[in-house]
């Protein structure tokens, strides 16, 4: 006697077969986990099932006990089945990779090494990464923090084409598997369906906000709260309705692209964000660099050595609390918006590049609580601001950066051509812009008094003049003010000689800085 069998070579038809019937399911089983499997089944269903074994019995002249028996066997082989199938739906976990003792020891060297952040970006470079050493850096930095008790994070800002997914995907290959999640689209409740404890830690690499508008809000709570809950109706196997709670705990670390800045607004506030560089000396190196690929001239094996050793470098990170001594001498500029948020931003960034240090740090342990805790040292402060200038610079700005690069490459033009006069027919020539595209940059500088219209009217076109010229080199002396201010205001305090504000020496603090006379 042959053992009953559920085959299900093709999922949309199921077969349950034994010596006395054979069963075929079409249209297989839901996929969908929100809801009860019981509750949708119609096996499930009393009257129904009753009403099934009843007319086979009839039909085929066979016991409704024998029947009743081959359906229950069924239900039950079709609860493994579906049971079975939604595990394999799941995203595979990641075994934690251990590292060996001569993987170990080269990672612990390599954080203990002179120059750690520029050894770090030249390593970065080297696995791929073109141009954008500054963004890559802070990227690479920003996913470090998913190891922290409150993480940052990123968003890629730029239009289509300039390769912020691209520069997304790269430095996110920097990071261990097991640590992180790429998510191209989700639905509103997917985020409450992952295991309770799933997504402590991890990177998620959203290639487009856009595909993930539906997620907006639990991902908002996830990185502000670190937690997220949600509250829904279930019937228990009796059919009797019931509440149940799904918690989902972070912390995460959260990282996303989109062309539309102000559309993400709420999201944006909570995140460093990166502007990409859409220079034609960039787009230059690209290409020379797709040339080089195309032509086997690029040493891949190499790339990806250098990709592994990156990884093992993530992975001995520890957890540490960190403490920042000069937090409270931090200040920001006036003119910067949403000054709270920002100063949180910056705090956050600072005590990342600490943690990133952690080998090179005496580790101490609070008296009053026995806690242990690394220092922030000025060195890190001074490396944080350097990065982070162009940041602090955005955030000062009122135009978003579509519209200053956009005006930006205006004043450019203009004065090529010697004027301070323009139509808006000559500009979109010149520029190589949509219509819709240039008459939103015009409407906003008008606004915000950057243009002004001086003659014309809509049916023969206006004429604006420029009538601020030095906008963005004041708000950049201002950045640059602020970062040798903050340094030398908390070096004024302890006693020490001011450090100098030059990129070189940050990602080098190897080199001598020279006292003031």
């Avoid at 996929?31 to 009403?51: A, G, W």
């Avoid at 909570?270 to 690029?298: P, W």
């Avoid at 990602?507 to 006379?517: D, E, F, M, T, V």
Wanted: charged share 25%.
């Amino acid at each position: 006697m042959k053992p009953n069998k559920l085959t299900t070579d093709n999922p949309e038809l199921l077969h349950y077969i034994t010596d006395r019937l054979h069963i075929t399911v079409l249209g297989g089983i839901k996929d969908n986990k929100q809801n009860v499997f019981r509750h949708n089944v119609d096996l499930y269903n009393t009257i129904q099932t009753s009403q099934l074994i009843e007319r086979v019995s009839e039909f085929l002249s066979i016991t409704t006990e024998e029947v009743n028996q081959v359906i229950t066997e069924l239900t039950t082989a079709l609860e493994v089945y579906r049971t079975e199938h939604l595990e394999s739906l799941k995203p595979k976990v990641q075994e934690k990779i251990q590292l060996t003792e001569s993987q170990r020891k080269a990672a612990v060297s390599f954080l203990k090494s002179p120059g750690l952040l520029e050894q770090t970006k030249q390593l970065i470079a080297q696995s791929g990464i073109i141009g954008e050493e500054t963004n890559a850096l802070i990227a690479y930095l920003v996913y470090t923090s998913r190891k922290r008790t409150i993480p940052l994070h990123l968003m890629c800002l730029g239009a289509s084409g300039t390769g912020k997914t691209w520069l997304q995907e790269k430095v996110g290959e920097l990071m261990p598997e097991e640590d992180k999640l790429e998510i191209t689209t989700l639905t509103a409740n997917a985020f409450y369906y992952f295991g309770k404890e799933e997504l402590k830690h991890k990177l998620f690499l959203i290639e487009d906000l856009d595909g993930a508008e539906n997620v907006m809000y639990p991902l908002r709570e996830l990185q502000s709260k670190r937690k997220i809950s949600k509250t829904v109706t279930l019937k228990d196997s009796k059919g009797n309705m019931k509440t149940m709670t799904l918690n989902v705990e972070g912390p995460v670390c959260v990282s996303g692209c989109t062309t539309r800045e102000e559309l993400y607004e709420d999201n944006a506030n909570r995140c460093i964000l990166l502007y990409m560089d859409n220079s034609k000396e960039q787009d230059d190196r690209i290409m020379e660099y797709q040339r080089k690929l195309s032509a086997g001239h690029i040493d891949q094996s190499e790339q990806n050595a250098v990709k592994e050793q990156l990884k093992n470098v993530q992975r001995i990170l520890q957890k540490v609390t960190v403490r920042n001594p000069y937090a409270t001498y931090l200040k920001l500029p006036d003119e910067v918006f949403k000054p709270r948020r920002t100063m949180w931003l910056l705090l956050l960034f600072i005590e990342t590049v600490t943690y990133y240090h952690q080998y090179q740090r005496e580790l101490k342990t609070d008296v009053i609580t026995g806690e242990m805790f690394i220092e922030t040292t000025l060195a890190d402060i001074e490396a944080a601001l350097t990065l982070l200038e162009v940041t602090l610079l955005k955030k000062s700005d009122e135009l978003n950066d579509a519209c200053r690069n956009f005006f930006e490459k205006l004043k450019a033009w203009l004065k090529l051509q010697g004027t301070e006069n323009f139509y808006s027919k000559d500009i979109r020539s010149a520029l190589r812009l949509s219509h819709s595209s240039m008459q939103r940059y015009l409407a906003e500088l008008e606004k915000l008094n950057y243009i002004k219209i001086i003659r014309g009217n809509r049916y023969k076109g206006f004429e604006y003049k420029v009538s601020n010229w030095n906008d963005l080199e004041q708000l950049q002396n201002k950045s640059k003010e602020m970062i040798v201010g903050v340094l030398e205001y908390i070096q004024s305090i302890i006693g020490n000689p001011p450090v100098t504000h030059n990129s070189n020496e940050l990602l080098n603090p190897q080199k001598k800085r020279k006292k003031p006379q």
